[in-house]
C-alpha cells in the first residue's frame, strides 16, 4: 500500500475531466440529429423512442457486469477501453439501414456507455478522496460540457447538412483519440475496489448467518434509494435530451438548426450547474440542492408544455435550459452517496446504482413516445413533469436525514508496481 502524492492526483483529475467530457460528447453530437434519422428512416414517434430506448437497455444488460470488470481490471483500463470502442462504434448510427439496425446500434452503444459510466466515476472517486474535499460535481460539469461541445457540433452539422455517417465517424475517431491520450495519466491499480473488497469480505464474516443471497438483497436495500433518485432524474432529463428537438420541429414548427439549439441550451444549463454545485452542496447540503434543482428542472418543462399553444420557440428553449440547470445536481447526488455507503466497496455501489438508474432511460423515451403518438408530444411530456415534482418530494427521504454524504479524505489506494 502506498498513499498517492499530490501530482498524481492532479495529473489523473484532468484525465478523468477529459474522459467524462469525451463520454458526454459522443452520444450528445447524435442528439441534434434524431429529426434527420426519424425522417431517414421514416420512423414514428413510438419507433424512434423505442430504438433510442434501446440504449439504457444496453446498459442494463452490460451495466450488472461493469462492478466485476472494475475489480478485475481497474477503472482506468475498463474507462480507456470502452471510450476507444464507443468512439469507433458511434458511425453504425449512421450506417443502420431500418430500424432493427438502429436500434441494435443503440443497443450495444449503451452497453460501452454503460460500463465506461460506472468505470470513470469510480475512478472520479478515488481522485476525489486524493483530494479530500469534493470534486464530482467538477468532474460531471465536465460531462455536461462534452454533452455541450457534442451538441454544438451536432447542431452545427445539423445546420450544414453534413452527412450523418461522415460526422459520427470523424466525431467517433476524434474522441476515441483523447480516450487513449488521457490513459497514462490515470491512477494505476484497481483503485479503492481492492482496497476495500476485503473490509466487505471481513463484515460479511462476521455475520455468518449472512448468506450471499440474503447480502445481496440487503445491498440492493441499501442503494435502492439512491437509484430511485437517478430514476426520477433521468426521466426529467430524457425530456430533453430525446424530445426536445422533436418538439421545437414537431409542434412548434421550429426549422431542425433551430430546434437542434434547445439541446445546446439544455446542456448550457447542466454545465452550469454542474461547474458550480461543489459550493453550494458544502453550504446547504445534498438534499437542498437536489431538491431545488428538482423544482428548476419541473418548472422549466412546465414552461416547454406552455409553449405549446403560442408556438413560442424561445419560451420552449429557455424551459429547456431550466430543465438542464435543475437536473444537474441529481446524478452526481445519486453517484455520491452511492460511493459512500459503510461496508460497500465504492465502484460496486456505483455500478449498481448506475445500473438500476438506467431503466429510467428505459422507461422514459417509450413512455413518452406511445404517448405522443396517442395524445401528442406537448400532453405526453406530463409524465416527466410528474417525475420531477415527485423526486422534489420524496429527495429527503432518499438522501435521509442528514442530506450530506461525503467521501473519506486521504484514503490508501493500492498501486501497480
Do not use: C
Not at 280 to 308: E, F, K, N, Q
Not at 380 to 399: K, S
Amino acid at each position: 500500500m502506498s498513499t498517492l502524492d499530490e501530482r498524481d492526483v492532479r495529473r489523473a483529475r484532468v484525465a478523468v475531466s477529459a474522459l467524462f467530457l469525451v463520454n458526454g460528447a459522443l452520444m450528445a453530437n447524435v442528439l441534434p440529429r434524431l429529426p434527420a434519422i426519424k425522417a431517414q428512416l421514416e420512423l414514428t414517434n413510438a419507433a424512434l423512442g423505442t430504438a433510442v430506448a434501446a440504449m439504457p437497455l444496453g446498459g442494463l444488460i452490460a451495466g450488472a457486469a461493469a462492478g466485476l470488470l472494475i475489480v478485475r481490471y481497474s477503472s482506468r483500463r475498463v474507462t480507456v477501453a470502452t471510450g476507444v470502442a464507443y468512439g469507433l462504434l458511434l458511425v453504425s448510427i449512421g450506417l443502420a439501414p431500418d430500424w432493427v439496425a438502429l436500434a441494435a446500434a443503440f443497443l450495444v452503444l449503451g452497453m460501452l456507455d454503460a460500463v465506461m459510466d460506472s468505470a470513470m466515476n469510480a475512478h472520479g472517486i478515488v481522485v476525489q478522496r486524493g483530494y479530500g474535499r469534493s470534486v464530482m460535481h467538477g468532474f460531471h460539469g465536465w460531462w455536461s460540457a462534452g454533452t455541450l461541445l457534442g451538441a454544438g457540433m451536432g447542431a452545427f452539422a445539423a445546420a450544414l447538412d453534413v452527412p450523418l455517417v461522415l460526422h459520427l465517424a470523424v466525431v467517433g475517431i476524434v474522441l476515441a483519440g483523447v480516450s487513449v491520450a488521457a490513459m497514462p495519466f490515470l491512477l494505476r491499480g484497481r483503485d479503492v475496489d481492492a482496497a476495500e473488497a476485503g473490509e466487505a469480505r471481513a463484515s460479511a464474516a462476521g455475520d455468518p448467518g449472512s448468506g450471499s443471497a440474503l447480502r445481496a438483497l440487503r445491498l440492493l436495500g441499501l442503494l435502492a434509494p439512491f437509484a430511485l433518485i437517478g430514476v426520477l432524474g433521468v426521466m426529467l432529463e430524457d425530456a430533453a435530451q430525446t424530445w426536445s428537438t422533436i418538439y421545437l420541429t414537431d409542434v412548434l414548427g421550429a426549422g431542425v438548426g433551430v430546434a437542434a439549439l434547445a439541446v445546446v441550451l439544455y446542456t448550457a444549463g447542466m454545465t452550469a450547474g454542474r461547474l458550480t454545485n461543489d459550493r453550494w452542496i458544502d453550504r446547504w447540503g445534498d438534499t437542498t440542492v437536489a431538491r431545488s434543482g428538482a423544482l428548476v428542472a419541473t418548472a422549466g418543462l412546465a414552461i416547454v408544455i406552455a409553449s405549446g399553444p403560442w408556438a413560442a420557440v424561445p419560451l420552449a428553449a429557455a424551459g429547456f435550459a431550466l430543465v438542464g440547470l435543475g437536473t444537474a445536481p441529481l446524478f452526481p447526488v445519486m453517484i455520491t452517496a452511492a460511493g459512500s455507503v459503510p461496508g460497500v466497496p465504492s465502484g460496486q455501489g456505483v455500478a449498481i446504482v448506475a445500473w438500476l438508474a438506467r431503466a429510467g432511460f428505459v422507461i422514459a423515451p417509450t413512455l413518452v413516445g406511445v404517448a405522443a403518438d396517442r395524445v401528442g408530444l406537448s400532453a405526453a411530456l406530463g409524465i416527466p413533469l410528474v417525475a420531477g415534482v415527485a423526486v422534489a418530494v420524496l429527495m429527503g427521504t432518499l438522501l435521509g436525514a442528514s442530506g450530506r454524504r461525503t467521501l473519506p479524505a486521504g484514503r490508501e489506494v493500492m498501486l501497480d508496481a
